[in-house]
């Protein structure tokens, strides 16, 4: 089975059509952490145009800019369709690919219809390479159909306090009636962060993926902050990545010490800027940590 790299660039995606109603979930590319220039608190200036730090133990907010704006997610719509996926249950369970799970694009595992694979592979696959199909296997393995899985998205994500969020799709790819805010993906995060599997997952840095064939590939997690220097940032536990031409850059994390977690998202940052402004987040969340946590 070839294994498809998730490198190089994304598809050109077509602006979506304006909707009365609702904010429209595209805005201008922000400008680089150089042009901003402009001091936040104390925290150095950002490149994302939505951003939020919470306290994961209590859920408070310790930062935000722009946090319930309206934006494309991209692929870290896969935290919720794990989340979903997790709750079921039954993670030895084999799905068999079908054949329209191997036609979505363009990051993919390379699938071939019939292959077998347990939940739990497929979602070391989803969360680490961030693979497309595979996000599409999980969801109709789980609801039927991708429609179908799409409103248990909403219907989730509404019932963590996420209401400002509409999911049509399991993996992020844009689409109008697809979009989220940082705050409310920061909530859908911290509940996914409840879960002991999916924290394990997304903590892991590579998982030996076992092809059809059985041959072993190497999957490598996206998110730099767990190991790549300089990006590395230490006590990093999590969560992910997302990309496309209409999202831009965006990204999930987390990070632990002296027994407290943080969760930043940033939004709409340019292609080191999440970076940037993830590690900013993350220090400054943890040292704003109330000393005497607040439980609303």
Known sequence: ????????????????????????????????????????????????????????????????????????????????????????????RVVVIEPRDTQVEPCAIGFKPGDRFTRRELLYAMMLKSANDVAQALARDNAGSVEAFAEKMTRRAASLGALGSHFANPHGLPNPDHYTTPYDLALIARAAMQQPTFRQIVGTVSYAWTTQQGATVLLKNHNKLLWCPPWKFEGCTGLKTGYTNKAQGVLVSSALRNQREVISVVMRADKEGKWVDSKALLSYGLSHLPENPRFD
Do not use: F, W
């Not at 059509?17 to 150089?34: D, M």
């Not at 730090?53 to 991209?74: C, F, I, M, R, S």
């Open 1 to 92: 089975m070839a294994l498809a790299l998730c490198g190089g660039a994304p598809p050109v995606e077509s602006k979506p059509a304006a909707k009365t109603g609702k904010p429209h979930a595209v805005s201008a590319r922000p400008e680089s952490v150089a042009q901003q220039g402009i001091p936040l608190n104390g925290l150095p200036s950002l490149a994302a145009e939505g951003a939020i730090v919470l306290d994961a133990l209590t859920g408070e907010t310790l930062y935000e800019k722009n946090p319930h704006e309206q934006l494309y997610p991209a692929s870290t719509t896969k935290i919720l369709t794990a989340l979903l996926v997790i709750e079921e249950g039954d993670l030895d």
